[in-house]
């Protein structure tokens, strides 16, 4: 069993916070993110995202500064390689698909983002301008959890263990040699070289505010087991893929025009739910700047 999130909705005095599940997520509400948050507030926010994980805000209809200026409360603002901005605002990111296109949905499997980068992004902001009426909703699950209902036994076997990581499945030469594109709708076309380069982090990550573990390995970017045979890897990491996305360790968010949320990409996989054939779907996103993983 793994340590459910202890319930202390009741300790936040400037913010109104619902759980999503007992493992992570939760709604906020009683602000306002059009307006500058005042250091109690944006710390009662912060808390909770750091308590939660995953944490979004309803009826937010703010403008592309408006969701800059949010987004710079983690952090500093660093747009990922491969998705293109909105004109005017570099900052800002797309995620958007017609109702018309037949390619492969981005996102639509569990996995963290870019961390094929020497220094993955530490959290990402995301904002829904207009999305179906249903359908189209994001998964998100908890590495903390994947970490913390691993045996003793496993956890002592992997904890020094090392990943490489890349992009050569989301645009290097894997990539190329396959039939499926992503739209170039909201992705740019990159150097395929760029995609094959290789980097290497810690399978076992520890947050650098929660000071909790988590297990830290996703099968878009991971590549393998530093030092390991091909055979022992691909065994290795097929379970604990298998292990971190049962269930029990994810929510669902449904996306509603206006909504922001935020994810804490350090200790939460999330995918993208591809049930919305034939809709239109846009979102715009900020990525916030991180440090390189350590154990």
């Known amino acids: 069993m793994h340590a459910a999130l202890t319930p202390l909705t009741n300790k936040y005095r400037f913010i109104d916070v619902q759980p999503l599940t007992g493992v992570l997520g939760a709604e906020i509400t009683g602000v306002d993110l059009r307006e500058p948050l005042d250091d109690s507030t944006w710390n009662e926010i912060l808390d909770a995202f750091h308590t939660y994980q995953v944490i979004y805000f309803p009826g937010q209809a703010i403008t592309n500064e408006q969701h800059i ?3 710079r409360r983690f952090g500093p ?10 004109e005017g605002y570099p900052e800002v990111q797309m995620i958007r698909r017609e109702a018309n296109e037949s390619s492969r949905y981005i996102g639509d499997d569990w996995h963290a983002d870019s961390t094929f980068l020497d220094a993955p992004p530490a959290a990402v902001v995301m904002r ?3 999305v179906p009426e249903y ?3 994001t998964g998100f699950l908890s590495m903390y959890s994947a970490w913390e209902t691993l045996s003793p036994t496993m956890q002592a076997t992997i904890e020094g263990l090392n990943v490489v990581h890349s992009a050569t499945k989301v645009f290097g030469s894997l990539y190329q040699a396959t039939n499926w594109r992503f739209s170039n709708t909201s992705v740019k076309v990159m150097d395929v070289d760029a995609g094959d380069r290789e980097t290497v982090h810690p399978l076992v990550v520890t947050h650098p505010v929660t000071g909790r573990r988590a297990l830290y390995c996703n099968q878009v970017y991971c590549q393998k087991i530093q030092g390991m045979t091909d055979a022992e890897s691909k065994s290795l ?8 996305t049962q269930f029990d360790f ?8 206006d909504q922001v949320l935020v994810w804490d990409n350090l200790c939460t996989m999330h995918r993208a739910v591809p049930d919305y054939a034939g809709k239109f779907r846009y979102l715009t996103r900020t990525t916030v700047a991180g440090d390189k993983p350590s154990r």
């Open 128 to 130: 829904a301008i207009e």
């Open 135 to 137: 359908g189209g909703d």
């Open 237 to 244: 990491l097929q379970f604990l893929y298998e292990h971190a």
């Open 69 to 71: 200026a949010f987004s």
């Open 77 to 86: 603002v660093d747009p990922v390689p491969i998705l293109k901005s909105i």
């Open 250 to 257: 994810t929510c669902r968010v449904r996306w509603k025009k």
